[in-house]
């Protein structure tokens, strides 16, 4: 329901929503080719979009015209952006990013705080500044998303796992609306990223695609058939602890030669840091050292992009995508492993499939945070 008036809100049917979300995505459009790419008459478009040019929702574009008709030509339409306004908050181990956005979700501000600890009230306490800091009197927030590494999604208000921030069943979603008198989704972070990436990147004008990151963990988001996959209590993308190699070295769960084992940037640091007694060497150093050529560090990072060229051709062989989106806090260690990484990838990908279409982008955390805003947006126009 989007508000219109107090006595006459704009009530969402599907029809009307499919309209919507078509011309926020893909917009502008003129209404003959919003039509056709929903199989509408021009007489059931022009109902449905009536009551949403109405609430101000929907504009007609300026500046240019759409095809020549008989009679009046036909202006494009649009969806007015600057109508909602949402906050996305992104959490890591020991910060937190900000943003707020509106309906396409361009961003107009951004924060961050630094999470001195993971107690729930003073988390909660630097989530209701960042609110607080980017709400604007005029432009009243109508969600806030936040995402986070664990097992979270926009339909529960609970936080179930999430192991980075060592929390368990919190009812996050709840804490968080109460607070800021808002409503408040959740998701899992990974997959926060690929809803932005759906609707407003890589994947837009894609029923296909999946998302890789890489970084302290592995994850992963898909699209498939033009939904993002959600699963069963969120469980979905697991894929760091897929077997590489049962001769290779143990992960924190005592997994021997998993991908986290290989390609997550603790690991790669510390079996670095390890092998040539430097234990103040950072991730950065130890890429810097495997461009050097240092021998230790090169074979650590080679068999790093060979576990990720495998995690990515594990991941297309079962959902076929159009492409891999391939990023992380981390991804730029692909500029040091990008040949053993696609040399695995060829290798590990099914031999009646086609080349894999990768494409790397290191995405900061004002995106992830982005995406949770995103997440908040899909939540209000498709589940309620």
């Keep these: 329901m989007f508000s219109h008036t107090a006595t006459d809100p704009v009530r969402l049917t599907d ?3 499919s309209v919507f979300v078509e011309l926020l995505v893909h ?46 030509p036909s202006q494009p339409l649009q969806v007015d952006a600057s109508r909602m306004s949402f906050v996305g908050i992104k959490l890591t181990e020991d910060e937190l990013f900000a943003v707020r956005t509106d309906l396409a979700a361009t961003v107009h501000g951004e924060t961050s705080r630094p999470l001195a600890d993971h107690d729930i009230d003073h988390v909660l306490g630097r989530i209701v500044e960042a609110v607080e800091e980017l709400t604007v009197p005029e432009r009243p927030l109508s969600a806030v998303g936040i995402s986070l590494a664990g097992t979270a999604t926009p339909s529960d208000p609970v936080v179930h796992t999430s192991p980075f921030l060592g929390w368990s069943q919190l009812p996050l979603a709840d804490l968080v609306e109460r607070a800021v008198n808002v409503p408040t989704v959740l998701d899992n972070d990974v997959r926060a990223l690929t809803a932005v990436q759906q609707w407003f990147g890589e994947g837009v004008g894609r029923s296909s695609f999946a998302l890789v990151t890489v970084g ?8 498939i058939g033009d939904r993002l996959v959600t699963g069963r209590s969120g469980a979905t993308g697991l894929v760091g602890h897929l077997q590489i190699d ?22 790669i640091r510390r079996s670095i840091a390890t092998t040539i007694d430097r234990p103040e ?15 230790v560090a090169r074979r650590v990072l080679d068999e790093a992009g060979a576990a990720l060229g495998q995690v990515v051709a594990t991941v297309a062989n079962i959902t076929g995508p159009e492409l891999v989106v391939l990023s ?23 031999w009646t499939a086609g080349p894999v279409r990768v494409a790397v982008k290191p995405f900061a955390f004002n995106e992830w945070a982005r995406g949770a805003a995103v997440t908040a947006l899909q939540h209000l126009l498709l589940h309620r």
């Design 281 to 295: 060497l950072t991730f950065d150093d130890c890429l810097a050292l495997a461009a050097d050529g240092h021998p």
């Design 328 to 350: 992380g806090e981390s991804v730029h260690m692909y500029d040091v492993c990008a040949e053993a990484f696609h040399t695995a990838l060829a290798a590990h990908t099914h």
């Design 27 to 72: 917009g502008p459009l003129s209404r003959a080719e919003v039509a056709r790419r929903l199989t509408l008459s021009p007489s059931a478009l022009t109902k449905l979009t009536r009551p949403l040019i109405e609430a101000g929702y929907l504009l007609e574009a300026t500046g240019e015209e759409g095809p020549a008709t008989v009679g009046r």
């Design 15 to 17: 029809a009307t929503r």
């Design 246 to 267: 049962d001769r290779g070295p143990l992960c924190e769960r005592g997994h021997r030669g998993c991908a986290r084992a290989y390609a997550s940037s603790p690991s």
């Design 216 to 223: 302290a963990g592995l994850g992963c988001g898909l699209v």
